[in-house]
């Protein structure tokens, strides 16, 4: 058991959803750790649209944070060198200023 127990526990769950993701094409990708994990493929000239969620796991609890913002990062695998990836892309959009959320949508 944590000596700090459940202090630390986040106030909130984060979803992201692509307005397409039922539909878009994945890649199957193993991880720094090891573990395969499935990555959305976007292509030149696409569009990634769609939402993020922020839900509050109580009511009335608030969360002050620093800034909120999403960071699109592409990168590509080499078939020559699986061992590196290299990173093509990082847009980063911010969705708002730093301050304090009391609701569960933002």
Sequence with gaps: MSFLGGLFTPVCDINIVLNDADTRKTAEIKSED???EK???????????????LTFKQLGK?????????????????????????????LV??????????????
């Design 34 to 36: 090891g573990k395969i």
């Design 39 to 53: 990555h959305y493929l976007f292509y030149d000239g696409e569009s990634a649209t769609g939402k993020v969620n």
């Design 62 to 90: 608030r969360l002050e944070h620093k800034g909120i913002r999403i960071e699109f990062v592409g990168q590509i695998e080499l078939f020559s060198d699986k061992s590196n990836r290299h990173e093509f892309v990082n």
């Design 93 to 106: 959009k911010e969705l708002a200023l730093p301050g304090e959320l009391t609701q569960t949508n933002l």
